[in-house]
Every structure is written in structure tokens, then in C-alpha cells.
């Protein structure tokens, strides 16, 4: 049997995203993502985290990997590149644990959405093929390099990047003709062992292609990737997760269940002198639920909130409401509702932001979280939506379930 390491490098100095490999991503850890694709492989033996930083070391153990030594500072620099932090892994097991693995997988964190059998994929192309010193996941380009140009000043002429024999002016030819061009992921490479130590080299000279479909294609350098990226994994993606898999939409809905404080109001209370209780809520929250009742869905409020304006806003939004349900009994009174309604819990969607909403989840055929939710709301979501609680989430809800009944419909 192969020993087989998979490798997460890690620095804590992120300058782009400040303590990025442990900011939540999609609910998660941002490191949790490749930690959990090393677990799920069936060929890995051995995960292991190199970083500087301890707190990523503690984060990295909590979702099941190794992290028996932090990195040198020196080795978690802008400028650092991948081999000496590899090197130092590998002879820091070898002289500590006397262990040496036969092939190393790097998994970068920036690249957390892999598809299920990336990782061993990858591997088995090294097991295959003994000539190969690499495996590198690889995508379509995005860009042709044959119309690239090399620039020399904006007094100077142009000078094009690359020459295809056959075709004098590639620049100019359809990209039809030109060769098939691939671009380099940060997804995977399987490593043999003897490509790192002997030849110095993270990928060698004979490096096998791991075609990646392109709707894998990440990197995470700003914070408008993560959010690009996070709307990735909520909008369905088949991918590796540290958590359950998140479900699709119900093909056909015929509830939407929805809590009221931290949905339908932005989950602030005033309260003057005599103890008078005031929310916010929007108004944009009732504009299709007219259609979408007369499509044969149901919008109702469940909550645990024995205020009055609860009903109040229910009947100004045209929704039944069910209040004052106790912190432990909402997932009850759902069931009796569905029961009492006749509807199956696989075509309810449920949205909600705290702690009690999380029985509902279990039960509803698709949970959905608003973007404010709790941590742990947003781990256990199906999905989750752009829009604040109280600031047109109901809304974007409303228009995602219509959106689908008229594809349905046409």
C-alpha cells in the first residue's frame, strides 16, 4: 500500500484577505474545504497542514487534519514559493517521525471547490503512469496566449508571445485553427516523492494533465471572489463539503415557511417608556405573494415571538401566522401544520436565521438562511441568500421560486 500525504500549506499573513484560511466560507473554515477533500479521498493516508500560524494549526486539527509543526517564518512570506515549504514538511517528518510518503498531494485552500474525486483521480494518474513526476489539475483558458503580445514600451513596437508552426500570424487567425491551450488550477498536483527530493522540482519533467471541468474554476485573492465563489456552492454545485451536501430547490413548491424576527424584520426591537415593541421590516416582502398563491404557493409565518405584531404584519402582508410557539416546539408545530395543510415536507422551503429554526431545517424539503443568519444557520443551509433578514430577503426568496415555476412553465 502507497503512503500517501496530502499536503494544505497555509500561511497566516494574508494580505488581500486578512486571515483568510480560517475566515467562513460558505459556513465553513476556508482550510476545512481541502481538509475535507484529503479525508474523502479513498487513497489518501495521511493529511497534514504546514503553516506559521497557531491558530490555523488549531482550526486545521478541529476539522481533522495533522499539524505537527508550524512552518519557520521565513517560510511564510509574500515572496516564499511552494518547494522549501514542502522540503521542510518532508524532512521535518523524516528526521522527527521517520516518514517519507511515496506521493504528496498539494491542495491549496484558495481552491476550495473541488469536484468529489479530484484528489484520487490525481493520484491514480501517477499510480498509471510510472513515467510521470506530476499530476496538475488543468482548465480550457480562458484567454488564447497565441493573441498575446509582449510589451516592450508604448514606444516600442509589439512583439508577439508565442509562434505556431504553420500559421505567420497566429494573432490573426481564428481561434478555431490554433492549438488547444490549458491553464494551470490550483485544485491538485500529485507529486511523486523522488520529483521533490531528487530532482527539487514540485512538478518535474513529465507532468500528466487532470482535466477540471471549468465550472470548478476558483482562486480566491478579494473579497469579491469569496462572495462570487460562495454563491458557487450555495447555487447547487456537486462539490467536496465539510458538511452535509446541500440540496436543490424543490422541483415543485408548494409552501414557503418563514420565521419572523431576523426574516421578516431586521431582527431589532425599540422599545419605548410604557414597553411598547416596535420592528422594521420591508415592505418589498409582500410584492409576490399574491402570484405566487395564485401559482399555488403558500407563504405562512411561524414564530416564537408572542408579540402581537407578528399578526399584525402577516395581515398586512396577506400571510396566515402561527406566534408564540415555544424555543423547543417549532419543528413540532411545522409538522402539525403540514399535516393539518396536507402538504409534504419535500416541497417546503423554510427560511430562517436563528438556533430554533434549526428543527424546521431538518424537516423542510429545502432550508434557506438569510445572509445575516447565526454561523451555525448558515452551516446547515441549503442555501443562502443575498439579502439581510428584515431587508428583502422574503423577497429575493419569492422571486427564486418564480423564476423556476415559469422555466417550468415554458
Known amino acids: 500500500m502507497k503512503n500517501i500525504l496530502a499536503l494544505i500549506p497555509a500561511r497566516g499573513g494574508s494580505k488581500g484577505i486578512p486571515r483568510k484560511n480560517i475566515r467562513s466560507f460558505a459556513g465553513y473554515p476556508l482550510i476545512a474545504w481541502s481538509i475535507a477533500a484529503a479525508k474523502q479521498s479513498e487513497l489518501v493516508t495521511r493529511v497534514i497542514v504546514s503553516t506559521d500560524d497557531e491558530e490555523i494549526a488549531s482550526v486545521a486539527r478541529e476539522w481533522g487534519a495533522e499539524a505537527p509543526f508550524l512552518r519557520p517564518a521565513e517560510l511564510a512570506q509574500d515572496a516564499t514559493t511552494d518547494l522549501p515549504v514542502f522540503e521542510h514538511a518532508l524532512k521535518w517528518l523524516e528526521e522527527v517521525e521517520a516518514y517519507r510518503p511515496d506521493i504528496v498531494a498539494q491542495l491549496r485552500p484558495t481552491s476550495p471547490i473541488r469536484p468529489k474525486t479530484m484528489v484520487d483521480d490525481a493520484i ?19 484567454q488564447n496566449p497565441f493573441k498575446m503580445w509582449r510589451f516592450n514600451g508604448e514606444d516600442k513596437p509589439l512583439k508577439q508571445l508565442l509562434e505556431v508552426e ?7 487567425a481564428p481561434r478555431q485553427i490554433l492549438p488547444s491551450v490549458y491553464w494551470q488550477t490550483g485544485h491538485i498536483d500529485a507529486i511523486r516523492i523522488a520529483t521533490i527530493l531528487n530532482k527539487r522540482s514540485l512538478t518535474g519533467d513529465v507532468i500528466y494533465p487532470l482535466v477540471v471541468d471549468p465550472k470548478y474554476t476558483v482562486d480566491i485573492d478579494t473579497l469579491a471572489d469569496w462572495v462570487k465563489y460562495e454563491a458557487v456552492i450555495y447555487g447547487g454545485l456537486d462539490v467536496v463539503s465539510p458538511g452535509k451536501p446541500r440540496r436543490q430547490m424543490p422541483e415543485t413548491v408548494k409552501m414557503i415557511l418563514c420565521d419572523f424576527d431576523g426574516v421578516v424584520t431586521d431582527n431589532l426591537v425599540l422599545t419605548d417608556e410604557n414597553g411598547k415593541e416596535t420592528v422594521s421590516a420591508s415592505r418589498s416582502d409582500s410584492m409576490h405573494i399574491k402570484t405566487l398563491r395564485e401559482k399555488g404557493v403558500e407563504v405562512m409565518i411561524l414564530s ?19 406566534h408564540g410557539i415555544g424555543m423547543q416546539d417549532k419543528g413540532r408545530v411545522m409538522r402539525e401544520v403540514l399535516e393539518r395543510k396536507k402538504v409534504k415536507a419535500e ?14 431545517f431538518e424537516i423542510a424539503g429545502w432550508s434557506v438562511a438569510v445572509a445575516d443568519a447565526y454561523p451555525e444557520v448558515i452551516r446547515a443551509a441549503d442555501y443562502v441568500l443575498t439579502k439581510n433578514g428584515g431587508h428583502g430577503a422574503i423577497r429575493e426568496l419569492c422571486e427564486m421560486v418564480l423564476k423556476q415555476l415559469f422555466q417550468k412553465e415554458n
Open 304 to 322: 416564537s415571538e408572542p408579540n402581537p405584531v407578528v399578526k399584525a404584519r402577516a395581515q398586512k402582508m396577506g400571510v396566515e401566522a402561527i
Open 166 to 172: 504553420g500559421i505567420p500570424e497566429p494573432y490573426n
Open 124 to 142: 491514480r494518474i501517477l499510480l498509471n503512469h510510472k513515467d510521470a513526476d506530476c499530476a496538475r489539475g488543468v482548465v480550457p483558458a480562458g
Open 347 to 360: 416541497s417546503v422551503i423554510y427560511i430562517g436565521n436563528d438556533l430554533n429554526d434549526l428543527p424546521c
